[in-house]
T-cell receptor, first 115, second 111 residues
């Protein structure tokens, strides 16, 4: 497909479980971003990759959150020992790259519910 | 630290009239500003952007105005259509790095 693809679309996890969320960016997009969106709020920045390099992870809320993009394309956001406050929509976005005023293109998100 | 603020959580407008959505920011390093539109159960969709070297950008029914001295931008939609009903997010970035979003404004356009 031409857009950003995220899977799964919905995920229900019991508190304490580990989860892995996948993002397939638009082909050729250098930059990849993860955002967390709580109900009624705007997307909150989590982390940013340029190709395979994670240039900014300042938004990750705790060391239970880990993201990777080993080959500079697909990215995975992993949350270990999930807590109820992790319940949110996790959005992935990609853009052409640095040095350009390029908008982010978002996927439809993964809605995580921790019970 | 809310660097991008949308102080109106909702706005209701009659079809055919102008919709004006407002956004304020605090970080003077922001040099690129965008508006996104979001329908339920979908990711935000890019609508229009403006760089800090401009004060106005127009695309069809959508115009974004930037007032750097006031650290304020606005989105004008004219004429408004029922299909414009959605949540609108203002976003800003510095040096094309991480993008910060406002909390969104829910626009309802009534037929």
């Amino acid at each position: 497909g031409a857009g950003v693809s995220q899977s799964p679309r919905y995920k229900v996890a019991k508190r304490g479980q580990d989860v892995a969320l996948r993002c397939d960016p638009i082909s050729g997009h250098v930059s990849l971003f993860w955002y967390q969106q709580a109900l009624g709020q705007g997307p909150e920045f989590l982390t940013y990759f340029q190709n395979e390099a994670q240039l900014d992870k300042s938004g990750l809320p705790s060391d239970r959150f880990f993201a990777e993009r080993p080959e500079g394309s697909v990215s995975t956001l992993k949350i270990q020992r999930t807590q109820q406050e992790d319940s949110a929509v996790y959005l992935c976005a990609s853009s052409l790259g640095t040095g350009l005023f390029s908008p982010l293109h978002f996927g439809n998100g993964t809605r995580l519910t921790v019970t | 630290d809310q660097q991008v603020k949308q102080n109106s959580p909702s706005l209701s407008v009659q079809e055919g009239r102008i919709s004006i959505l407002n956004c304020d920011y605090t970080n003077s390093m922001f040099d690129y500003f965008l508006w996104y539109k979001k329908y339920p159960a979908e990711g935000p969709t890019f609508l229009i952007s403006i760089s800090s070297i401009k004060d106005k950008n127009e695309d069809g029914r959508f115009t974004v105005f930037l007032n750097k001295s006031a650290k304020h931008l606005s989105l004008h939609i004219v004429p408004s259509q029922p299909g414009d009903s959605a949540v609108y997010f203002c976003a800003a970035s510095a040096n094309n790095n991480d993008m910060r979003f406002g909390a969104g404004t829910r626009l309802t356009v009534k037929p």
